[in-house]
């Protein structure tokens, strides 16, 4: 980000709600076991995400479930599996109705029991993602797709 960048700009409002939602994850997380191996400490908690895949209002998310959090990025798990190397777009806090969504890139896609373990890097440097995202965010209350 540049230093000239206003709290309006879509990067300045996503690495706002990121970091929001790391505080909010540092307070209620387990502690992680592994973090000596890590660069960056993750905070593991289970709670409810919604994941826009095509980046479009309007279109259902898909309900997903907080799997661990870093200031880098997400793991969820998936009911579906998602392309590696695509843009997905997370709702965080999937109960406040208009809060910015998050671009995240798709690193690594993990068949498990119950669907899939999605690792993502939060996109903080491609303008368009950050645009995408907060005009995401500014729609009401988006519908979940049933899988």
């Known amino acids: 980000m540049s230093m ?30 592994h973090h000596r191996r890590r660069a960056r400490r993750r905070h593991a908690r289970s709670w409810p995400l919604l994941v826009s895949i095509s980046g479009k209002p309007f279109e259902p998310d898909v309900s997903a479930a907080l799997h661990n959090a870093s200031d880098l990025g997400i793991g969820f798990l998936s009911p579906v599996s998602l392309l590696v190397g695509s843009t997905v777009y997370v709702k965080l806090f999937c109960y406040d109705d208009f809060c910015p969504r998050v671009p995240a890139t798709v690193r690594h896609v993990t ?10 890097e939060f996109d903080l440097n491609n303008p368009d993602a950050c645009n995408r995202a907060v005009e995401l965010g500014r729609h009401s209350r988006r519908y979940c797709a049933t899988y």
């Open 4 to 33: 000239t960048a206003t709290a309006y700009e879509p990067a300045v409002v996503v690495q706002r709600e990121i970091c929001r939602f790391l505080e909010a994850a540092r307070k209620r997380s387990e502690h992680d076991g």
């Open 111 to 120: 068949p498990t029991e119950h669907g899939f373990l999605v690792g993502c």
